[in-house]
């Protein structure tokens, strides 16, 4: 069993900066893929960020590329999402996922993730 908690959201400012963690415990954490996805009011939820094992791929949205980075601490078994220049646009209920595909690679397909954590919301005043 694998367990995710996210933390780091909050109430910020347009063109502020966020960073959300997502703390994993219950399975080696470095061979394998995760994301990171939102869901918006009103709308499906889509993949933002994610890696492959290695993160030596990644993939962002168009609506966050050169704006969010992915990337994880080994050592503190740790997955992060740093957002910078948040727009109103980028409110939602974040949530992290991790795919039990030893070695995987990436994907943005919600279908393809195993594990979800319980989400954090991040609210961006314009």
């Known amino acids: 069993q694998v367990q995710l908690v996210e933390s780091g959201g909050g109430l910020v400012q347009a063109g502020g900066s966020l960073r959300l963690s997502c703390a994993v415990s219950g399975r080696a954490f470095s061979i394998y893929p995760m994301g990171w996805f939102r869901r918006a009011p009103g709308k499906a939820r889509e993949c933002v960020a994610a890696?492959?094992?290695?993160?030596?791929?990644?993939y962002y949205s168009d609506s966050v590329k050169g704006r969010f980075t992915i990337s994880r601490d080994n050592a503190k078994n740790t997955m992060y999402l740093q957002m910078n220049s948040l727009k109103a646009e980028d409110t939602a209920d974040y949530y992290c996922?991790?795919?039990?595909?030893?070695?995987?690679?990436?994907?943005?397909?919600?279908?393809?993730?195993?594990?979800w954590g319980q989400g954090t919301q991040v609210l961006v005043s314009s």
């Open positions: 996922a991790f795919r039990t595909r030893r070695y995987g690679g990436t994907t943005y397909l919600e279908d393809d993730y195993d594990y």
């Open positions: 890696y492959n094992w290695n993160l030596e791929n990644t």
